[in-house]
């Protein structure tokens, strides 16, 4: 069964770090881009970062450059988000998202189609 | 960063009812957008990409249709398990940015 599940979320104080891990299956983990999004309570959703297959390109949300990295160990089939410096903004369900990417009419899409369950980030003294 | 922008915010509609959100973004994107359901504590679940392509075991009555800067999600007949938000995602250039969401209620 193609499946990500992540781990890793709490309640940290801010200034404080925290690293989420999703682990995938059923899928080779190494082909493909992979994506966390976030949704902060009530609130819609919020693109945080992407890496590619190999590691080597990533892109990260304006408000989370320098404090947060995306990592993956393809060994281990496994996605991470390192966060320092954490906020009370930052508060939030973390969703990690495969992506496609999808070779359509000549023109690469991405398409999320699989996510986690997400795992809840809690940024307060 | 793209702004993307939803219409309605939300909206009440019965079973078998026609509904049709729309999204307009900030800038010229093409056809890089992507639209997503999302039910009460649950992951979002991708429903459209490429502004038109339908994701596989998606229900033929949603249809995304649009391009540059103007796109539409359409359901063609509501039913009870598409009382949900819906979100626009543009992936045409870095961030990626949702829309604000559509919430669909129950009339």
New interface residues.
């Given amino acids: 069964e193609v499946q990500l599940v992540e781990s890793g979320g709490g309640l940290v104080q801010p200034g404080g770090s925290l690293r989420l891990s999703c682990a995938a299956s059923g899928f080779t983990f190494s082909t493909y881009w992979m994506?966390w999004?976030r949704q902060a309570p009530g609130k819609?959703?919020?693109?945080v970062a992407?890496i590619k297959g190999d590691g080597i390109i990533k892109?990260?949300?304006?408000p989370v450059k320098g404090r947060f990295t995306i990592s993956r160990d393809n060994a281990k089939n496994s996605l991470y988000l390192q966060m320092n410096s954490l906020r009370a903004e930052d508060t939030a369900v973390y969703?990690c998202?495969r992506d496609?990417d999808?070779l359509?009419?000549s023109?690469w899409?991405?398409?999320?189609?699989i996510?986690?369950?997400?795992t809840m980030v809690t940024v307060s003294s | 960063a793209i702004q993307m922008t939803q219409s309605p915010s939300s909206l009440s509609a019965s079973v078998g009812d026609r509904v049709i959100i729309t999204c307009r973004a900030s800038q010229d994107i093409r056809y890089e957008l992507g639209w997503y359901q999302q039910r009460p504590g649950t992951a979002p679940k991708l429903l459209i990409y490429a502004a038109s392509s339908l994701e596989s075991g998606v229900p033929s009555r949603f249809s995304g249709s649009g391009s540059g800067t103007d796109f539409t999600l359409t359901i063609s007949s509501l039913q009870p398990e598409d009382f949900a938000t819906y979100y626009c995602l543009q992936d045409y250039n870095y961030p990626r940015t949702f829309g604000q969401g559509t919430k669909v209620e129950i009339k």
């Fill in positions: 994506n999004v819609g959703l919020e693109w992407n892109h990260y949300v304006d969703f998202a496609a999808i359509y009419d023109n899409y991405d398409a999320y189609d996510w986690g369950q997400g």
